[in-house]
């Protein structure tokens, strides 16, 4: 710690298996007296989770769960962010440093930016890089992304048919995030595309319980949460 406040750590802890932590992430979790993360109410918190065996036999620290109510989206409650943030607030204030373990990397669609967004200007921060889901879910399929002048998309399945079709026609590499009640829609969208075929289904990468399925052979219209779609004009990026 430096100064007479703590500084706010958002640490990447990777996509599931606690073995994709970086030796930085890790340090940093071993050390830290506070400990905030979010979790989905009446559910563990994942980034916890993956990090759960890390903290055995160490001494206890405070921790603060941010507990997001249930809704379809798990769209980010901003009350709970605030809260959070003003706990997160108190320790900083009183010297110490707070670790926010954040799933995959902490900038990258994470749930650390609301309170990166509460705490910036105010605190110092430091950001952890962690492996993003979609190098994991390439990985776990074994799923060449983009190549020499490949264009590659990150679109969230949740947006509508005409802004998908639209940004699927411009690019060779696609990763779809928050595939759940959105897959049976991306897989037409992608069927008028052409390019079920040069697509693959991802679910929990990295997980014990992970799923790899070429998109054409897969019948269900609905996904858990931890899943993706990754596309590949050429049906991969290895492909001349
Ligand atoms: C809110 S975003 C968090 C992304 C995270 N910050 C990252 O860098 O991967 C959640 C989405 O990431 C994807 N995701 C996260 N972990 C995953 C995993 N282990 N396997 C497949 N998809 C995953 C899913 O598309 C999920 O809907």
Not at 85 to 99: C, N, S
Not at 126 to 138: D, E, I, L
Not at 152 to 173: C, K, M, N
Request: glycine share 10%; with cysteine.
């Amino acid at each position: 710690m430096t100064g007479a406040t703590g500084t706010v750590y958002g640490v990447g802890v990777g996509p599931g298996d606690p073995e994709l932590l970086t030796l930085k992430a890790l340090r940093l979790i071993r050390e830290a007296p506070v400990l905030a993360y979010a979790a989905a109410a009446g559910v563990p918190s994942f980034a916890r989770s993956i990090v759960e065996s890390h903290l055995e036999g160490l001494q206890a620290r405070v921790e603060i769960p941010m507990v997001m109510p249930m809704v379809a989206e798990r769209f980010p409650a901003q009350e709970v962010y605030d809260k959070g943030a003003a706990e997160i607030r108190d320790h900083l204030q009183a010297g110490r440093d707070v670790v926010v373990l954040c799933e995959g990397d902490p900038l990258f669609y994470g749930s650390f930016m609301y309170l990166f967004g509460r705490l910036h200007g105010a605190f110092p921060i430091t950001v952890v890089p962690g492996v993003s889901s979609v190098m994991a879910c390439a990985a776990a399929a074994g799923w060449p992304l983009v190549a020499r002048n490949d264009a590659f998309r990150v679109l969230p399945a949740t947006l509508e048919d005409e802004a998908l079709r639209q940004q699927i026609d411009d690019a060779e590499g696609l990763a779809f995030m928050k595939v759940g009640r959105h897959l049976g829609r991306l897989k037409a969208l992608l069927a008028d595309a052409g390019l079920i075929d040069h697509a693959v289904y991802v679910e929990r990468a990295s997980l014990p319980n992970q799923r790899v399925v070429p998109l054409a052979a897969l019948d269900e219209d609905r996904a858990p949460y931890f899943s993706m779609v990754l596309v590949h004009r050429r049906g991969g990026a290895h492909v001349l």
